[in-house]
């Protein structure tokens, strides 16, 4: 791994706390992701599984964590298995984690070799009543690639019908909507690996400078800087393209004239940033172009003092798009006596900004959490509203990412140039 792991205390204080939402004599099984094929005998890098990264800190292919809390003997109480190597692995793909390594960076004394899996098992399962099976239920999830776990949650079902079989994705929500103190420090190294790409692109960005080598400005900066690189594929997008919600072509020349909206975010030891920002190509901003980024500004710092705990996220996008409607009625795109008689079921505003304000980040970009769960201090959030208008060729959106607070929220992206001025000045800097 080129990143600095995580302290091995954050996976052994997230086991602890997956251990008490367990039911009595349950055991909970977790595997990794596969490696993915792409054509002939190539393949994808792995992105590993981020619950069982979650539980276990290991970033590793067929890897698998064994939890049973009330097992007789300690040393079944949590297992972890990983990947044997051999000489032809070594040679070819280089060395795995070695049992002390992965006991280093987990935190758990018994790590077996994968190969033991099945009969371990057998021996465990006999005892517990409960199996505890992970699946992906991520509200927007739509897989058509049968997963390990899948293939897992058939096998185990098949051989041992009789157990009571639980899911395991709804105590992870649980879990993973809180960030402890030790995710957030990676967040904020996430964060700050996307500002420095984004202060390299300010004194790049100029009138006929391609999309795609802006995209690679952004890689340039991430790579050196340890990143694993983008958290998401990115969104170069200028001129009439900004108005592409999921613009991801990236291909064409920047025109004098117009503004470029990027939605990138660094990946940093699996946990990820997610940064919009958008700026004049030419380094100036229109008296138009300013009049609508100043008002998403405004609502993006409403939006955050609103955010606080007890709100319900459907009651906070649709205060966010009240305030979007006003700034909608200054900028002339309706007008209140329209915004008065629009139906319920088709608001005005959808037409400018027509995606949701907020979501949760973490190890995933959308990060799991259980349906319209209230907001509460230690959860992490986008912010990112829009101001969208095809007719003019012009498409805004900012997005920063905070952590809820007691009292205030933390900005990761406070020291990331956020005003027109700070961009233009900067620019011209250049």
């Known amino acids: 791994m080129r990143y600095e792991p995580a302290d091995s205390q954050l996976f052994v204080r997230n086991r602890s706390r997956l251990n008490k939402l367990l039911k009595s004599n349950s055991i909970a099984i977790l595997h990794s992701n596969d490696v993915m094929p792409t054509n002939a005998d190539g393949t994808m890098a792995l992105k590993q599984n981020t619950d069982i990264y979650y539980l276990s800190g290991i970033d590793q292919e067929e890897s698998i964590l064994l939890i049973y809390p009330d097992a007789r003997e300690e040393k079944d109480r949590e297992i972890l298995f990983v990947r044997e190597t051999n000489e032809h692995i070594a040679i070819w793909e280089g060395a795995k984690l070695t049992k002390e390594k992965a006991s280093h960076l987990s935190g758990i004394q018994n790590v077996q070799w994968t190969n033991q899996f099945e009969n371990t098992l057998h021996r465990l399962i006999q005892q517990a009543e409960h199996v505890y099976l992970n699946t992906n239920e991520h509200l927007r999830a739509a897989s058509s690639v049968e997963t390990r776990d899948a293939r897992f949650i058939k096998k185990c079902q ?3 019908p009789l157990h009571n079989y639980e899911r395991l994705a709804p105590l992870m929500h649980r879990l993973r909507i809180i960030k402890d103190a030790e995710e957030i420090k990676k967040l904020q190294e996430a964060c700050n690996i996307t500002e420095a790409g984004f202060r390299r692109i300010l004194s790049f960005v100029k009138p006929g400078v391609g999309e795609w080598e802006i995209e690679a400005e952004y890689a340039h900066e991430f790579l050196r800087s340890k990143s694993m690189g983008f958290s998401y594929l990115p969104i170069i997008a200028s001129g009439k393209n900004a108005c592409v919600l999921h613009y991801l072509d990236n291909n064409q020349l920047c025109q004098d004239g117009d503004l470029l909206l990027m939605d990138v975010g660094a990946e940093y030891a699996n946990w990820n940033a997610d940064m919009t920002r958008t700026i004049p190509v030419n380094g100036k901003f229109t008296p138009r172009q300013r009049e609508v980024y100043d008002a998403v500004l405004r609502v993006m710092r409403r939006a955050n003092g609103i955010l606080r705990p007890g709100i319900l996220p459907s009651e906070y996008q649709k205060r966010v798009m009240e305030f979007v409607e006003e700034e909608l009625i200054n900028l002339g795109l309706i007008t209140a006596d329209e915004a ?36 509460a201090e230690g959860m992490v959030f986008t912010i990112e509203p829009g101001i969208y208008i095809p007719d003019e060729n012009l498409g805004i959106r900012l997005e920063n990412d905070v952590v809820i607070g007691k009292d205030d929220n933390f900005d990761l992206m406070a020291n990331i140039p956020l005003e027109a001025d700070d961009i233009e000045a900067l620019m011209a800097k250049s």
């Open 158 to 160: 098949n051989e041992y």
């Open 340 to 375: 008065a008689k629009q139906p319920a079921d088709k608001p005005l505003v959808r037409k400018y900004f027509m995606h949701g304000t907020s979501h949760h980040l973490g190890l995933d970009v959308h990060d799991v959490c259980p349906p319209n769960e209230p907001v």
